[in-house]
């Protein structure tokens, strides 16, 4: 008899219809490369959390990688729009990436870390974090366009230049922040973001922003 967890073939139409299966799947992935990385990650592991079988996973995935993928560029990736998390410009999305110092990492920002490491040895997971990259410059482009549109960023400053900006950042904060270690005092780490920010556009506007932010 078929294991009722799972169609008898993997059919990737019928993976895009709507499965809490495939959903708890997903987020045991996430949880578990986040805490194991890609190595050291086990599909036995992955449907322990979840409270299934294996023949869950290969009713729905061709294997690790792909779990790997769909973790990466769905769970990595923030998935809601951006103004439900309060952010509707360039000096919001510092607040919420530049200026998060503190030590230890939540379980997506270990994902995505973990990703990005294991993207120098495996071409599987190059690629989903090319995906995953990809829908972040789309999610976060018109945070720039409207920053270029009220002169926050002057007109001779490349918007893409300035995404690749924040990600590089965001990205090295999440690697200082997983090692643990202690970081500078805040205000000052504040004070420095909100100039560096202050000069891609209107100091006073951009400058008065960030402070405000960070009260």
């Known amino acids: 008899m078929a294991n009722s967890e799972a169609p008898l073939i993997h059919d990737p139409a019928w993976a895009t219809m709507s499965d809490p299966v495939r959903e708890r799947l997903v987020d045991s992935a996430a949880s578990v490369f986040a805490n194991h990385g890609y190595d050291g990650a086990r599909i036995q592991e992955i449907v322990r959390g979840a409270g299934l079988t294996t023949g869950a996973v290969y009713g729905r995935f061709t294997g690790k990688a792909e779990l790997l993928h769909e973790a990466v560029t769905t769970r990595a990736v923030p998935q809601a729009p951006l103004s439900a998390e309060g952010i509707a410009k360039v000096a919001d999305l510092v607040k919420t990436s530049a200026l998060k110092i503190k030590p230890g990492l939540e379980d997506r920002e270990a994902l995505l870390l973990e990703t990005y490491v294991a993207a120098r040895r495996e071409p599987e997971v190059a690629a989903a974090i090319a995906e995953a990259e990809e829908r972040w410059k789309v999610a976060h482009a018109p945070l720039v366009e409207a920053a270029v549109l009220d002169g926050t960023i002057d007109d001779d400053i490349n918007p893409e230049a300035v995404l690749f900006f924040v990600r590089v950042m965001q990205l090295g904060l999440l690697l200082y922040r997983g090692s643990g270690l202690e970081s500078t005092e805040p205000e000052n ?22 402070q405000d932010q960070t009260k």
Not at 189 to 210: C, E, Q
């Open 189 to 210: 780490w504040a004070t420095l973001i909100s100039r560096v920010v202050a000069s891609f556009g209107r100091p006073a506007d951009m400058i008065s922003a960030l």
